[in-house]
């Protein structure tokens, strides 16, 4: 059985998941889960990226947004507003509350993340293990502008992308609490025993980044032996879904699919695939020395990215090869 780790942040790695699943149904698949994004909001727990993958795979997911619980309601919402409880800007709804109540019930009961994480996908059975990052605190920062001063300050990145809409422009992107956080129970174990690696078309920045800053989690996947193999989520230049041409500036670097892949370098990927617009990219990559191909990469349905998914196992062969 072939086992295969994927590092996943919340809808586009969620998406390529149900691809990879259609395209390996007899794998044995890891997913480690980015909870950069993790943030505590009315006195809960809230994990959105494990919980896009959690729903996304378990069939619960609002398919048009890919975020959220299909046939949601927001009384709960509602009646905090009416209270002049904030903040207003971060949407959750009653089905969601639910999981986020259990939760935050399970930690302060002394379980870590990933035993309730475990828990939490045994009634979802999303058919992968999912594995957050860490069970320590890491939170994703944003530095922009003081609104109402000279200098800068930090917005947790949640409220950058969904109350600021990553509007205004991004001076730096902090992972706090990554250095210090030691990789979840299972996490270095999985990538010991992977046959294959798979970054998925997720934010580079603020995901699959993220995820690479834990302590130990870089040099594990470095170490591994295996072939690790990403996806683009850069095509013809723009951010197939999303603000990662916004942290991507913020970080240095050119918001194109060969910039991506040297961003994370010739130590750490094996393959690289691209999008049939940025083929020209190809030489450019395997220059870094990083092998490339140019395949279709727009997640339009599951069959397409079934495709996506098994050119990325195809590519990993050659690699091994």
């Known amino acids: 059985m072939q086992r295969i780790v994927v590092l996943a942040g919340g809808i586009g790695g969620a ?7 259609q395209a390996a149904p007899d794998a044995d698949i890891t997913v480690i889960g980015n909870t950069g994004d ?29 975020w959220g619980r299909a046939d949601e309601t927001f ?9 002049g409880v904030g903040p207003e800007w971060f949407g959750l709804g009653d089905r969601d509350f639910a999981t986020h109540i259990v939760r935050t019930q399970m930690m302060a009961a002394g379980y870590p993340l990933s035993a309730v994480t475990e828990a939490l996908c045994q009634r979802w059975q999303p058919g992968v293990r999912l594995l957050p990052m860490t069970d320590d605190r890491v939170e994703t920062h944003v530095l922009i502008k003081d609104p109402e001063g000279d200098g800068q300050k930090a917005v947790h990145f949640q409220e950058y992308w969904v109350r600021l809409r990553a ?18 129970p299972g996490v270095l174990d999985a990538f010991a025993h992977a046959d294959v ?32 193999v990403g996806l683009s ?15 991507l500036s913020a970080i240095g670097v050119e918001t194109s699919a060969s910039a991506v892949a040297r961003h994370y370098g010739s130590g750490l990927l094996d393959g690289w695939l691209v999008d049939t617009a940025d083929a020209g990219a190809v030489p450019e990559v395997e220059a870094a020395g990083i092998r490339c191909r140019a395949v279709p990469l727009m997640m339009t349905d599951t069959d397409a990215t079934a495709r996506m998914a098994a050119e990325a196992l195809t590519l990993a062969r050659e690699v091994r090869a």
């Open 15 to 21: 998406r390529f998941l149900r691809g990879l699943q």
């Open 38 to 66: 993790d943030i505590h909001l009315f006195g809960l727990k809230v994990c959105p990226d494990l919980d896009t993958v959690m729903y996304t795979l378990g069939g619960g997911i609002h398919e048009e947004q890919g």
């Open 75 to 83: 009384t709960v919402k509602e009646e905090l507003k009416a209270y």
């Open 167 to 184: 509007a205004v422009e991004a001076h730096a992107v902090v992972p706090v609490g990554a250095d210090q956080a030691k990789p979840a």
């Open 197 to 228: 690696i798979v970054f998925p078309p997720s934010n580079p920045v603020v995901s699959i980044g993220t995820i690479l800053a834990v302590s130990g989690i870089r040099e594990a996947i470095a170490d591994a032996g295996v072939p690790v």
């Open 233 to 247: 989520p850069i095509v013809g230049g723009t951010p197939v879904r999303g603000m990662a041409d916004k942290l």
